[in-house]
């Protein structure tokens, strides 16, 4: 797979430089109301709360972009994390259907999330669906983030293993840990 190039930090003179470039990009990506994003026919959306980090940054991108404890207020920029955003959209869109994205379902804190790890690249992006009606509705874009250090990309390829080994392939339509149950809204 072909991504899109890293933007250039040593083109920003500051790391909220480089972060108001990059919700750019990101805003291009996810919030165009004519292009909306998609995963295997489904809408993706954003998340919207907490949208109380100083910047102003929509609550999703702030959350890809920094690093350090949940609280906003002690939460830094990561540069390799922001540099990779133009990232994010391809994968989604594209990385089912090429060979070298691992894509798989995952219970993480009992919620169901999609993975598309991209090993070569050290990369993930985490998807978490919402339902009604026991039918996929739209999912929300939930994290990406460049994978440090080696011990986590082993973590991604075991998880991948053993869901292959427990599930063959992944199904969109067919989610192992769905427990009958409405996801919150």
Request: proline share 6%.
């Given at each position: 797979?072909?991504?899109?190039?890293?933007?250039?930090e040593?083109?920003?003179?500051?790391p909220?430089?480089?972060?108001?470039e990059?919700a750019?990009?990101?805003?291009n990506?996810?919030?165009?109301?004519?292009q909306k994003?998609?995963?295997?026919?489904?809408?993706?959306?954003?998340?919207?709360y907490?949208?109380?980090?100083?910047?102003?940054?929509n609550?999703?991108?702030?959350?890809?972009?920094t690093?350090?404890?949940?609280?906003?207020?002690?939460?830094?920029?990561?540069?390799?994390?922001?540099?990779?955003v133009?990232?994010?959209l391809?994968?989604?869109e594209?990385?089912?259907?090429?060979?070298d994205?691992?894509?798989?379902?995952?219970?993480?804190?009992?919620?169901?999330?999609?993975?598309?790890f991209y090993?070569?690249?050290r990369?993930?992006?985490?998807?978490?669906?919402?339902?009604?009606?026991s039918?996929?509705?739209?999912?929300?874009?939930?994290?990406a983030?460049?994978?440090?250090?080696?011990?986590?990309?082993?973590?991604?390829k075991?998880?991948?293993r053993?869901?292959?080994k427990?599930?063959?392939?992944f199904?969109?339509?067919?989610?192992?840990f769905?427990?009958?149950?409405?996801?919150?809204?």
């Open positions: 797979m072909i991504l899109p190039s890293r933007l250039f040593k083109q920003y003179s500051t909220l430089a480089l972060a108001k990059a750019i990009r990101f805003a990506d996810f919030e165009n109301p004519t994003a998609m995963f295997l026919g489904y809408e993706i959306r954003l998340k919207t907490p949208q109380n980090n100083s910047f102003g940054f609550a999703t991108f702030w959350h890809i972009i690093k350090g404890d949940h609280l906003d207020s002690v939460k830094e920029i990561d540069i390799e994390r922001a540099t990779r133009p990232w994010i391809p994968l989604i594209e990385g089912y259907y090429d060979d994205v691992s894509v798989y379902w995952e219970d993480r804190n009992n919620k169901p999330r999609i993975c598309l090993e070569r690249m990369y993930v992006v985490i998807l978490e669906p919402r339902w009604k009606d039918k996929i509705c739209y999912i929300l874009l939930w994290s983030y460049y994978i440090t250090p080696e011990q986590r990309i082993y973590k991604f075991r998880d991948f053993r869901f292959k427990d599930f063959g392939e199904s969109i339509d067919n989610c192992p769905r427990k009958n149950r409405e996801a919150p809204f």
